[in-house]
C-alpha cells in the first residue's frame, strides 16, 4: 500500500485539476478529457482541388473523435436524442495564409444527394416523371464554440453546397433555436437553383440525358432546355441518329433520377464583398463508394472581420464539435439520422 500512495496523490492531483479546469483551458473540462489536436502551419497552400492532397494531408495525424456515444455529445438541451450515424469521425487541421484548413473524413454507407429531384415512372413516349423535393441530403456541421454557449457553424451539403465547391456560415445562439444563416453578403448569392416543373416534367436535362448517372446538374455546362433539340440516339429503323426533343423520347430508365437543383459553379471565384459572411467557406469533398468513405476539406478565414464568425486569429485555442447529418435536414430531430461528436480542442 505504501508504495501505492504516491500514485494516489498523483492520479487524485491529476483529477482535481481536470476537475477544476476552466472549460477554455485545453485539454480538460467537465472533469472529461478532451482530445486535441495541436493545429501546424502547414509550408504551402493545402488543395482545394484534391481532398486527398498527400503533401499537405500525408503528415498530419488524424485525431478520431467519437460520435454520439453519449448525451454529453448534446450540443444544447433541447436537441433531441443522440444516435450514432457514424461512430466516429476522423479530424485534421492546418493553417496556410491566415486560413483554417479541417479535413473530416466519416462513413456513410449511403451517398444522399438528392435533396431535390425527378425520378422517371413510365419510360415510353412520352416519358413521365415524378417530383420530389424532400430538402434531405448528408451534411456536416462544424461547430466552434463562440465561448458563451453558442456556436459559430460551418455547414457542408453533399449538392446544395459542397457542389459549388462551398460550405455556409451559421450562428448557433441559444439552446432553443435551430441554426441561423450568417449575414448575406451585398448581393443575394446562392450555390443552387431550382429546376423548374412544367407538369412534373423537368425544365433542364443533362446534355446527355438518359445516359446520365450523377447527382450534380451545373447550370452552366451540359445542360438542355426541354425545347432544345439534340442528335442523341439512334434510330433503329432508320439506322441513323435522329433529333429529338427530351423528355418525349426513349433510352430512359424508371428509377433514373434528374437532379431538381442546378449547382451554380464559380461561387467560390466571386469577390469576397459579394460572398459575404454566409459564402466564406471553400469546400472540396469526395465520396469513396467502396469504402463509404467521405472526406471533406474546409477552408475559412481565421478572421473573417464579419461580426457573426468567431475570430479565431486571436485564440490559442477553440473548442470544436461536429454533428453529422445522413440524409437528413433537421438539426433538432432526433431519430437515427443524426449523430454529434465529443468536443475536440484545435490549439493553435
Ligand atoms: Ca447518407
Ligand atoms: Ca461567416
Ligand atoms: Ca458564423
Known sequence: MKRLLPLIVLLSLGLLIGCGG?????????GTTIPSLQVVAATSAPSLTDPDDAG???????????????????????????????????????????????????????LSAYPDYYAVTKV????????????????????????????????????????????????????TTVPVLDSAGSASISTVVTNP????????????TSEFTGYKLLFDANILHRTDTVRLQIDPILNDTVPITPPLTGGWTVGQKIPGWLVQPGVADRPEAERGSRWD????????????????????????????????????????????????????????????????????
Open 22 to 30: 476552466d472549460d477554455e483551458e485545453p485539454p480538460t473540462g467537465g
Open 56 to 110: 499537405t494531408w500525408g503528415g498530419i495525424t488524424p485525431e478520431t473523435l467519437s460520435v454520439g456515444a453519449g448525451s454529453d455529445y448534446l450540443p444544447k438541451g433541447s436537441v433531441g436524442k443522440v444516435s450514432s450515424i457514424p461512430t466516429n469521425i476522423l479530424v485534421q487541421a492546418t493553417t496556410f495564409g491566415g486560413n483554417l484548413y479541417l479535413r473530416l473524413q466519416w462513413v456513410d454507407p449511403t
Open 124 to 175: 415510353s413516349p412520352p416519358v413521365e416523371f415524378s417530383h420530389d423535393q424532400i430538402a434531405e441530403e448528408d451534411q456536416i456541421y462544424v461547430m466552434f464554440s463562440d465561448g458563451a454557449g453558442g456556436y459559430d457553424g460551418w455547414n457542408w451539403k453533399v449538392l446544395s453546397t459542397g457542389g459549388a465547391g462551398m460550405g455556409a456560415g451559421y450562428t448557433m445562439t441559444d439552446a
Open 197 to 208: 416543373a412544367t407538369f412534373n416534367q423537368p425544365t433542364y436535362f443533362p446534355a446527355d
Open 281 to 348: 467557406i471553400k469546400t472540396v469533398d469526395k465520396y469513396d463508394s467502396l469504402t463509404n468513405m467521405y472526406t471533406v476539406v474546409l477552408c475559412r478565414k481565421l478572421n473573417t472581420t464579419y461580426a457573426d464568425d468567431v475570430d479565431l486569429s486571436v485564440l490559442d485555442s477553440v473548442k470544436v464539435k461536429i454533428a453529422v447529418l445522413d440524409n437528413q435536414d433537421d438539426f433538432i430531430a432526433g431519430g437515427t439520422a443524426r449523430g454529434f461528436s465529443e468536443f475536440l480542442w484545435l490549439v493553435f
